[in-house]
Nanobody
Framework: QLQLVESGGGSVQPGGSLRLSCVAPGFTLNYYNIAWFRQAPGKEREGVSCISDDGVRASYADSVKGRFTISRDNAKNTVYLQMNSLSPEDTAIYYC?????WGQGTQVTVSS
């Protein structure tokens, strides 16, 4: 069974940056479209960004366009989410998803 593991979360001040990573130990992610979701306290989980298996196509939620960049390094079997110009509204648990499989999430907190 595919297991996804996110990392890279943490606490940053507004305007700061973080880079999240998603890996699948023992599996190759190269065959999967990968999506990033997030869930803030008291809110529903929402899609943030997704990338095709070959890395050619990517899409973003309007709320993160121009600030977040999704990418993948299939040689390293890793998908990234570069997050810049972070604001308190970006505070959430961030999850990566491949087909019906979810990771356990990584916490991102943006606060002064």
């Amino acid at each position: 069974q595919l297991q996804l593991v996110e990392s890279g979360g943490g606490s940053v001040q507004p305007g700061g940056s973080l880079r999240l990573s998603c890996v699948a130990p023992g599996f190759t992610l190269n065959y999967y479209n990968i999506a990033w979701f997030r869930q803030a306290p008291g809110k529903e989980r929402e899609g943030v960004s997704c990338i095709s298996d070959d890395g050619v196509r990517a899409s973003y939620a309007d709320s993160v366009k121009g600030r977040f960049t999704i990418s993948r390094d299939n040689a390293k079997n890793t998908v990234y989410l570069q997050m810049n110009s972070l604001s308190p509204e970006d505070t959430a648990i961030y999850y990566c998803k491949a087909r019906s499989y979810w990771g356990q999430g990584t916490q991102v907190t943006v606060s002064s």
